[in-house]
């Protein structure tokens, strides 16, 4: 092996750049490998789409604010920072559904919309006798025999019916991906359910079978962690833990060269040149693309049509937010009418976020069909918000301050996702060697996700500049 140090360059410094970054310095600090590698971002700060805002006490997220507990990696990396006293697991309480304007209970055993407990979804309201009886008609219809992808609402509407999915399964699952159910790829975003159906035929017996049962002083465990000051914890132990040095912000990627012995140059926006032998993209695709265009025809879906998605943050004395009910938010179905998606009652849920005596609601706006509050100021847009939260709550009077954050290029997994990434995946590696795609474009938009990304593309860059480490 030759003495030289292997460059590699990581362009991006969301989550899935940042995990790269902390678990390459981690491999070659212990194996004593010959690397050097640097990290570009575009922006003046590090994260991508965490971002805490923490003011007045309290710990406003404006992007994602937790993660599921089962997809491990992401608590490893807290642990892996030295982070595991501040992770902090959801309080537990009924969650709502917006229906005919008025909030009502999911039932009881619902998981994921699909019933798992008789007696809650038959005297729910949420679902008439008709649809009551469809949905039944799981726990006898044979699997499907096709193994190719589908979508999303076309797989629950064979199982379950149209009501269900209307009522129930769409208004949940577009809390994780906030793109039209009936677009969203079945493989990409949710393979547990075909390989549940593979395995149990009803989608209703498996669902029973796999439900959690763990409990915490006789009320269910919540399934979901964030830590103690804000997700944004994350990046900043990551940033804290790596030699100054290898940041380089403001600093965007204006073209990819590829040398005619080996490795690559990178031209940044600002003239520089880079010379590196592995490049790892962390950006989103539509960033990506131009970059690989020269070399190799990686382009996106067609269908998959990028949107807005927004989130609005308000504040208000507990006392001025009657909540009527006991819980922790609820959802809303994109037939209600309502323009928001979803409300967290997120001083109920995450009772660190919030100083005593006050309450933290946390909206969401942005259907993949109703682009219109695109045009909207900040201050509409919470004027929208507070319209429909009357409906559901009495608030005496308005925000204490609040904060709007929009999210662009929210672009779900349409059917076909996971062939086109692969496609790409063999594109790339056959045209560009030494260059990988990663992140939230390619295989998961979860923070789990995008860590376990970072994880593989370290084992991956180690592999191409030094085989056999």
Request: hydrophobic share 40%; glycine share 8%.
């Amino acid at each position: 092996m030759s003495d030289k140090a292997y460059h590699i360059t990581i362009v991006g410094g969301g989550i899935t750049g940042l995990t790269a970054a902390f678990y390459l310095q981690k491999e070659m600090e212990a194996k004593g490998l010959p690397i050097r590698f640097e990290l570009l971002e575009e922006k003046d700060r590090l994260g991508g789409k965490i971002k805490t805002w923490r003011h007045e006490g309290f710990v406003i997220e404006q992007g994602p604010d937790s993660f599921l507990e089962r997809k491990t990696s992401a608590a490893q990396l807290a642990k892996d920072l030295g982070l595991e006293q501040e992770l902090v697991r959801n309080s537990t309480g009924q969650a709502y559904i917006w229906h005919h304007d008025r909030l009502m209970p999911i039932p009881e055993g619902a998981v994921m919309g699909v019933p798992t407990k008789l007696m809650p979804f038959v005297t729910s309201e949420l679902i008439s006798w008709p649809g009551k009886i469809r949905a039944a008609a799981d726990l006898f219809l044979p699997a499907s025999k096709e193994n190719g992808d589908i979508s999303v609402g076309d797989f629950f509407r064979r199982r379950l019916g149209d009501e269900v999915i209307e009522n129930l399964i769409q208004p949940l699952l577009s809390g994780v991906y906030s793109g039209d159910i009936d677009n969203l790829s079945l493989l990409a975003s949710f393979p547990q359910f075909a390989q549940m159906e593979k395995q149990h035929r009803s989608l209703i017996l498996a669902m029973k079978h796999s439900r959690p049962q763990s409990k915490v002083q006789g009320k269910p465990k919540g399934i979901f962690l964030t830590l103690k000051n804000g997700l944004e914890t994350l990046v900043e132990g990551v940033e804290s833990q790596l030699p100054a040095n290898v940041f380089r912000k403001n600093t965007g990627v204006q073209e990819l060269i590829k040398r005619e012995s080996d490795g690559y140059t990178l031209v940044t926006k600002d003239g520089k040149r880079i010379e590196t032998d592995a490049v790892l993209f962390t950006v989103p695709h539509a960033v990506a693309e131009p970059l690989l265009r020269p070399y190799t025809s990686v382009p996106s879906l067609p269908e998959a049509k990028p949107h807005m998605v927004a989130t609005i943050s308000m504040t208000f004395p507990e006392a001025a937010v009657d909540l009527r009910l006991e819980g922790t938010g609820y959802i809303v179905p994109r037939n209600s009418g309502a323009k928001i998606t979803a409300c967290t009652w997120a001083h109920r849920k995450w009772p660190h976020t919030t100083p005593a005596g006050k309450a933290l609601l946390r909206c969401f706006v942005g259907k993949a069909k109703e682009q219109s509050f695109m045009q909207l100021t900040d201050e509409e847009i919470v004027e929208v918000a507070m319209r429909d939260l009357h409906k559901t709550m009495t608030l005496r009077q308005e925000p204490d301050f609040y904060r709007v954050t929009r999210l662009q290029n929210a672009i779900p997994y349409v059917v076909g996702h996971q062939a086109w990434a692969q496609d790409v995946s063999e594109k790339v590696g056959a045209s560009l060697p030494g260059v990988i795609l990663a992140g939230a474009s390619y295989g998961g938009v979860g923070v789990p996700d995008c860590i376990d990304q970072g994880k593989k593309a370290v084992s991956q860059l180690i592999e191409m500049v030094l085989p056999g480490k």
